[in-house]
């Protein structure tokens, strides 16, 4: 796999999901008829004054706002993921192959998926209810961004630091360093 063409495609789905996204019909809006006997179509979903906090605005049912949306997003959500783990994908590689960084990369790629997906599907369920259940002290949508989805890319960093020595930077690459830097040295000395 070339890695390098697989982030320019990434991007480039990631760019079609925004195009997609700003075309995307806004919901709820309404049809008001101005002065002169025009009519304009108003989008109720930009926020207005909260009743209670004037400084504060809201944006009305979650589920209605997001109808349209929301397939968008974690679509958008899943490229970004993968777009994260190519662009690390650049610093595994070596000689053109993966090693045994191969496999933790793709479980953990599918298991960042799914987490995203639990959020989304979390907050989809959250955006439709009256009352809303908290986990350990949060809406559950939160609680899966708070607890999932922030700290999971240090699976990602803890893969790293095991392979590291086994594949990323052996004795031997290390050895070769010493002698490069050796050659190097002298011949900077032979020049003065």
């Given at each position: 796999?070339n890695?390098?063409?697989?982030?320019?495609?990434?991007?480039?789905?990631m760019?079609?999901?925004?195009?997609?996204?700003?075309?995307?019909?806004?919901?709820?809006?309404?049809?008001?008829?101005l002065e002169?006997?025009s009519?304009?179509?108003?989008?109720?979903?930009?926020?207005?004054?909260?009743d209670?906090?004037p400084?504060?605005?809201?944006?009305?049912?979650?589920?209605?706002?997001h109808?349209?949306t929301?397939w968008?997003?974690?679509?958008f959500?899943?490229?970004?993921?993968?777009f994260?783990v190519?662009?690390?994908?650049?610093?595994?590689?070596?000689?053109?192959?993966?090693?045994?960084?191969?496999?933790?990369?793709a479980?953990?790629?599918?298991?960042?998926?799914?987490?995203?997906?639990a959020?989304?599907?979390?907050?989809?369920?959250?955006?439709?209810?009256?009352?809303y259940?908290?986990?350990l002290?949060?809406p559950k949508?939160?609680?899966?961004?708070?607890?999932?989805?922030?700290?999971f890319?240090?699976?990602f960093?803890?893969?790293?630091?095991?392979?590291?020595?086994?594949?990323?930077?052996?004795?031997?690459?290390e050895?070769?360093?010493?002698?490069?830097?050796?050659?190097?040295s002298?011949?900077?000395?032979?020049?003065h």
């Amino acid at each position: 796999m070339n890695v390098p063409w697989f982030i320019f495609f990434t991007l480039l789905v990631m760019c079609a999901l925004l195009g997609i996204a700003f075309v995307t019909p806004q919901v709820p809006s309404d049809d008001v008829t101005l002065e002169d006997g025009s009519t304009e179509r108003v989008v109720l979903s930009h926020g207005f004054e909260h009743d209670i906090f004037p400084s504060m605005e809201q944006g009305g049912p979650g589920a209605e706002r997001h109808a349209n949306t929301l397939w968008i997003a974690w679509a958008f959500a899943v490229v970004s993921i993968v777009f994260y783990v190519a662009c690390l994908l650049l610093g595994a590689g070596r000689h053109g192959k993966l090693g045994p960084t191969k496999v933790p990369f793709a479980v953990g790629t599918v298991i960042f998926i799914g987490i995203f997906t639990a959020m989304f599907l979390s907050y989809r369920t959250f955006s439709t209810q009256e009352t809303y259940e908290l986990f350990l002290g949060f809406p559950k949508p939160t609680a899966w961004m708070i607890y999932a989805v922030w700290p999971f890319p240090i699976s990602f960093l803890i893969l790293y630091y095991v392979t590291f020595d086994k594949w990323h930077f052996t004795d031997e690459d290390e050895q070769r360093l010493e002698e490069l830097i050796a050659n190097h040295s002298q011949s900077t000395s032979e020049e003065h």
